[in-house]
């Protein structure tokens, strides 16, 4: 069996590339000491946070001078995303904190206009500047997944160096290689089979085992655009048997209706489900753990297993919600959120996603104008960096018969659209609900989104009440009023009835990607069908290409991928027979 090592500094999702890795037959070392870097055969970084945080951690491991010296030595090397960063000379995110000092130039910020949200957080293409195995099989229409707020940009300097742009309001670049060394701004392990490719390639050439011949690689053109996400969201608690089932409310009501207290809607069993949905295409899955907490989430075991088995057979990005909060188990110990989301982390999830306690840090934000460093949202983005932390509103309408009534609050103007107040009122604000949608908190959503923002929210995940369970359409005035508020990406959720909802929205607002559940759950309309529906409507979305097919011993890929984005015949080429084993919860 091939052995690959794997650097774990302690922050991020490691276990999503073990994963990838793991799925293409190898077996896969954790590196824990300085030592076990010079002995390494291949050899890569996953990183994700703040470039400051990890140079530190790097230094404390004494892991900074065996690293430089693996790769001065030319030695198989693969850094992802901010492993690809720590080899410059240092970084505008920790101005004081110095990189690796490997390659020539600084990572900066983007320079890019508002229009834009940052982080770039979603599928993009890339524009190959020199052969490369990693590159065998690229087509038009291929993405891969990025996330992150800081770039680097072309140089003469790296021109040697530079493997691949991208582009994101400016051109930046997303990939370096030189001999055996190569570093890329993109997730392979969560961009898909076509990700999955390239780490098999990239494995294949470092033990000299070229792989087989493909396609040419597309040298000096573009695959993709930046594409907008379709995002599979499963509601996940436990049903009055205590099993773990997807459910979906109706404004927030989850029990069949009926006669006294009906049962917990059943919809499906998680894993089973969210594997469907990384078959059909969708961009990113989100486990919402709506289940009441009497104790910490650490103790919910069942759910930290769905976790674990669906980042071993799913390969986009997992985000996870539900109880992440400072918190007290039964017996009296204490839990941090940062150790509530390290768990999560830890189980298979990207990123995490925190509700009613962002309202609270909100709060006390706009109260007092000032940061503490201890609320959840600020501990988890210092550690694993802003990307990796949601937002989830639940804001409800509030109708108002003038400005004047709104008492300061941001308004909407409902004329143009069907919603109208019980006077037949045109405005309302919207106010952000905690604990469920049960309990107001006064607030509005522009004055919470501009805090957690702040705070260091990364992305908005913005779920109208009012529009829970009716598939008539995203809240249209809400998502476009945020998508104006902040710099960050907006996820719109809640109200999708059908495909045509999705272009509707994607037309009328520039959030950045769309959540649904029922309408998938209930088998009304396939992420497929959307995301034809959209490339109809000149939407730019990802494809889903090549599959994994797992054997007993290891995986293959099979490099088989429509000529073009999500066209009827491409579809209806793409009838290959998925078959991912995972165990179903």
């Known amino acids: 069996m091939v052995r690959v090592a794997l650097i774990d500094y302690g922050a991020g999702n490691v ?35 703040s470039f400051g945080n990890c140079m530190e951690v790097l230094k404390a491991k004494g892991f900074v001078e065996p690293l430089r010296a693996y790769v001065r030595a030319d030695r198989p090397f693969l850094g992802i995303c901010l492993g690809m960063q720590t080899l410059f000379e240092g970084s505008d995110e920790s101005p004081g904190a110095e990189g690796l000092g490997l390659l020539p130039g600084r990572v900066g910020r983007f320079n890019i206009d508002k229009s834009l949200a940052v982080p770039q957080i979603g599928w993009n293409g890339i524009s190959p500047q020199q052969e490369s195995p990693l590159f065998n099989g690229l087509q038009s229409g291929d993405a891969l997944y990025f996330v992150h707020s800081f770039r680097v940009p072309p140089s003469a300097e790296l021109t040697p160096w530079t493997l691949c742009l991208s582009r994101y309001g400016e051109t930046y670049v997303s990939g370096v290689s030189r001999g055996r060394v190569s570093a890329v701004q993109f997730h392979p392990e969560k961009s898909g089979a076509i990700g999955l490719r390239m780490l098999k390639a990239f494995i294949s050439d470092a033990l000299g085992s070229p792989p087989p011949p ?73 486990f919402l753990n709506i289940t009441g907490f009497r104790e910490c989430p650490l103790s919910d075991l069942p759910m930290l297993q769905v976790l674990r088995e669906a980042s071993s057979c799913i390969f986009v990005p997992l985000t996870v919600g539900g109880g992440i909060k400072d918190m007290v188990d039964q017996r009296g110990v204490k839990y941090s959120a940062l150790q509530v989301a390290d768990a999560y982390f830890r189980a298979g999830a990207d990123k995490i996603s925190i509700g009613s306690d962002a309202v609270d840090a909100a709060r006390h934000w706009i109260e007092t104008g000032k940061t503490t460093g ?22 409800r309408r509030v109708w108002v018969a003038d400005e004047a009534a709104a008492d300061g609050h941001a308004l909407a103007d409902q004329r143009g659209h069907e919603a109208r107040g019980p006077n037949g009122e045109t405005l309302c604000w919207y106010e952000c609900t905690v604990h469920g949608g049960r309990k107001g908190s006064g607030l509005d959503v522009v004055q919470v989104s501009r805090a957690v923002e702040r705070l260091g929210c990364g992305e908005l995940l913005v779920n109208c009440i009012d ?34 909802h999705f272009s509707e929205l994607f037309a009328a607002c520039s959030v950045e990607a769309a959540l649904a559940a029922s309408i998938f759950h209930r088998h009304q309309v396939t992420i497929t069908e959307v995301k034809r529906h959209l490339a109809e409507h000149d939407v730019p979305v990802r494809r889903a290409a090549a599959a994994v097919i797992a054997t007993s011993g290891q995986s293959r890929l099979l490099g088989v991928s429509p000529a073009r984005a999500f066209t009827l015949a491409a579809l209806a080429a793409a009838a290959l027979v998925v078959a991912v084993r995972c165990r179903a919860q």
Do not use: W
């Not at 293409?24 to 870097?37: A, F, Q, T, W």
């Not at 710099?487 to 719109?492: D, K, L, S, Y």
């Open 467 to 500: 529009k829970d369970g009716q598939n008539n359409g995203f809240e249209l005035p809400l998502l476009q009023m945020l998508r104006e508020t902040v710099g960050i990406p907006v996820i719109a959720s809640s109200g999708a009835g059908n495909a045509t």
């Open 15 to 49: 276990r999503s590339l073990k994963n990838a890795l793991i799925s293409l037959g190898l077996d896969v070392d954790e590196i824990l000491s300085p030592e076990e870097i010079s002995t390494a055969h291949v050899l890569l970084f996953p990183g994700v946070g």
């Open 374 to 395: 201890s609320t959840s949202i600020e501990q988890i983005s210092f550690v694993y960096g802003k990307q990796a932390v949601v937002v989830s509103l639940d804001p």
């Open 214 to 286: 493909q396609a040419p690689s597309m040298t000096g053109t573009f695959s993709t655009e930046y594409c907008k996400r379709v995002v599979a969201c499963l509601d996940v608690r436990a049903n009055d048997q205590g099993d773990l089932v997807v459910t979906k409310g109706d404004q927030y009501d989850v029990r069949e209706r009926g006669g006294g207290k009906g049962s917990v809607r059943n919809l499906g069993k998680p894993v089973a489900l969210a594997r469907r949905y990384y078959e059909e295409g969708a961009d990113e899955i989100t």
